[in-house]
């Protein structure tokens, strides 16, 4: 069972605009949501995350949004550069359960 | 740099053959734990090692086995590959289980079944 899903497989954004990033969950357990971001021939890497008692955190040009109702996050990615373009995982945490979704492959285009 | 190496970078192996992949770290975490990731597709846990506790998830197959002989090295042994088990697998690491302990990935290692 999928219990995070990234219905986006690709998304493609000029250099400069915002990119956004969708995560849904069906689990309403998840207590803490993380994102990460993969480069080609790379390990995943650690970029951003939120636990359930918020509802935004922010880390430079990164934000993330919880909206727990709707079981529903997403990562805002503005102004978007060129070396953003990468794959990113949504990742969802409850009692030592952690849970990733497929990925959205963003490409910043200059 | 500290950080998680997996060897080799690209393995192939035949069908039915043992094959075993390898992980090492030089951050001195406590958890460490193995991905499987096809094509397209979530990360799927297989299993962790807390320390020497090795904690299997339900549905890994039995094909599949963990070694972890101390800190640093922890081995993927896949006893008798079939065509499904190609796939990219990922090692990872974390200070502790804690939700907000961040996971530390190696660049995976490529299985190829032929």
């Known amino acids: 069972d999928q219990q995070v899903k990234q219905n986006s497989p690709s998304l493609s954004v000029q250099e400069g605009r915002i990119s956004i990033l969708n995560c849904d969950y069906t689990n309403s357990m998840f207590d803490y949501f993380l994102w990460y971001k993969k480069y080609p021939a790379e390990g995943p890497t650690f970029l951003i995350s939120i636990s359930s008692i918020k509802d935004k955190n922010e880390d430079g040009r990164f934000t993330v949004f919880l909206n727990k109702s709707a079981k529903h996050l997403s990562l805002h990615i503005v102004p978007s550069q060129p070396g953003d373009s990468a794959v990113y995982f949504c990742a969802a945490y409850n009692n030592n359960d952690m849970r990733f979704g497929a990925g959205t492959r963003l490409t910043v285009k200059p | 740099d500290a950080m998680v190496i997996q060897n080799p970078r690209y393995q192939v192996t035949q069908f039915g053959k043992p094959v075993t992949l390898s992980c090492s770290q030089t951050?001195?975490?406590?958890?460490m734990y193995w991905y499987q990731q096809k094509s397209s597709q979530a990360p799927k846990l297989l299993f962790h090692?807390?320390?020497?506790?090795?904690?299997n998830e339900a549905d890994t197959p039995d094909n599949f086995q963990s070694r972890r002989p101390n800190t640093s090295f922890c081995f993927l042994d896949i006893r008798s590959p079939g065509l499904g088990d190609a796939a990219m697998y990922l090692c990872a690491t974390s200070r502790g289980p804690a939700r907000n302990e961040k996971l530390f990935f190696g660049s995976g290692t490529q299985l190829s079944v032929l």
């Open positions: 090692y807390y320390d020497k506790d090795f904690n």
């Open positions: 951050l001195n975490h406590n958890v």
